[in-house]
């Protein structure tokens, strides 16, 4: 039984990746996923595009203070977000209206700055993530 426990716990040590830790900042690297909260370059004291599951809403604000989400859906209860889904590697979100937007999602920087990318190669826009200092980032356009 101890040599069994003794593996259990070996195993979980090796399977604690290093590729989740970020040496250089003694900071844990996020997921490459689009859930969360985003700002879009160019528009950083505009506007922020937070992913749930299955929904991204826009905040605005007019004097650089964003609500958290759950303050955004109490303040604005009719507003319920764009639903959005993965087909394969591309995210499509529904714009509404029969209108839909098609890109790809390609991680930068540690996961913290996201490209999307058109069907012809081109950036299309860049987000970084709430919090993170896009100035440190070497890898954009």
């Given at each position: ?16 990746s ?8 003694n ?19 505009t506007?922020?595009y ?23 859906n109490?303040?604005?209860?009719e ?13 499509t ?8 937007s098609t ?12 490209k ?26």
């Amino acid at each position: 039984m101890k040599k069994i426990l003794i593996l259990l716990l070996s195993l979980t040590m090796l399977n604690c990746s290093s590729d989740d830790y970020n040496s250089d900042d003694n900071q844990i690297t996020p997921e490459a996923t689009i859930l969360g909260r985003w700002v879009p370059m160019g528009f950083e004291s505009t506007i922020r595009y937070e992913f749930t599951d299955t929904k991204r809403f826009n905040i605005y604000s007019v004097d650089g203070s964003f609500p958290t989400l759950e303050e955004f859906n109490q303040q604005n209860p009719e507003l319920v977000g764009l639903d959005w889904f993965y087909e394969g590697d591309k995210v499509t979100i529904d714009l509404n209206f029969g209108n839909f937007s098609t890109l790809t999602p390609q991680f930068t920087c540690d996961n913290y700055v996201l490209k999307w990318i058109n069907d012809d190669g081109e950036t299309h826009s860049v987000y970084f993530r709430e919090g993170y200092d896009i100035n440190s980032c070497s890898d954009i356009e």
